[in-house]
């Protein structure tokens, strides 16, 4: 079964950091665009980083400020993104995507395979 597993979310306080994980079942990462979204309530989703582990290039958004950094194992077929100094203005839904524009990772339209989200809460 092709899928996405996200996994590390949760509640933290402002200024603490987070790890999440994005493992790939049925597939193999390597051939994709590997990206992270989020959702805010009330908001839309908005790409905050992605990874292409083929051509080895690594995108972030503005909103990441140098606090977030994204990497991938192939061996684990995962992708990690590390947060640091967390804010509450952090807490949304994390997804992680796989795509096939490499040129455009966050180009919701080239989107093949999404995780379900996980809950990130940043406590003030």
């Known amino acids: 079964q092709v899928k996405l597993v996200e996994s590390g979310g949760g509640l933290v306080q402002a200024g603490g950091s987070l790890r999440l994980s994005c493992a790939a079942f049925?597939?193999?990462?390597?051939?994709?665009?590997i990206s992270w979204f989020r959702q805010a309530p009330g908001k839309e989703r908005e790409g905050i980083s992605c990874i292409v582990p083929r051509i080895e290039k690594i995108y972030y958004a503005d909103s990441a400020e140098g606090r977030i950094s994204i990497s991938s194992d192939n061996a684990k077929n995962s992708v990690y993104l590390q947060m640091n100094s967390l804010k509450p203005e952090d807490t949304a839904v994390y997804y992680c995507?796989?795509?096939?524009?490499?040129?455009?990772?966050?180009?919701?339209?080239?989107?093949?395979?999404w995780g379900e989200g996980i809950l990130v809460t940043v406590s003030s």
């Open positions: 995507a796989a795509g096939s524009n490499f040129g455009n990772c966050f180009n919701t339209g080239a989107i093949d395979y």
């Open positions: 049925g597939f193999s990462l390597d051939n994709y665009a």
